[in-house]
């Protein structure tokens, strides 16, 4: 079984940066897709970033140029760097795992960690 288990939110000023990180536990890091997912306050929940097995990334446009996901198979870590943070990216940031594609239904999450984003 997969377990996932994110950290690093917390409140932060515009313009600023926080680091999330996402560990798995239970299978090779290298044996699964990736994403970060994120659903604000009265919204759905929405892809933000997604990697492949082979570690291709996948950017959507409210990430491009701002938000970097990596990943490190040795510690079974991903994370997701976010820069030059926005109001709008308030949310809780989800982890998603997947043996095949991870951007839609993926089989694993993790519980979430808040990011708060102030004016």
């Known amino acids: 079984q997969v377990q996932l288990v994110e950290s690093g939110g917390g409140l932060v000023q515009a313009g600023g940066s926080l680091r999330l990180s996402c560990v798995e536990s239970?299978?090779?890091?290298?044996?699964?897709?990736m994403a970060w997912f994120r659903q604000g306050p009265g919204k759905e929940r929405e892809l933000v970033a997604s990697?492949?097995?082979?570690?291709?990334?996948f950017y959507t446009d409210s990430a491009k140029g701002r938000f970097t996901m990596s990943r490190d198979n040795a510690k079974n870590t991903v994370y997701l760097e976010m820069n030059s943070l926005k109001p709008e990216d308030t949310a809780v940031y989800y982890c998603?795992?997947?043996?095949?594609?991870?951007?839609?239904?993926?089989?694993?999450w993790g519980r979430g960690t808040q990011v708060t984003v102030s004016s």
């Open positions: 998603a795992a997947d043996p095949a594609y991870v951007r839609a239904d993926p089989n694993y």
């Open positions: 239970g299978r090779p890091l290298g044996a699964l897709a």
């Open positions: 990697s492949t097995r082979s570690g291709v990334t």
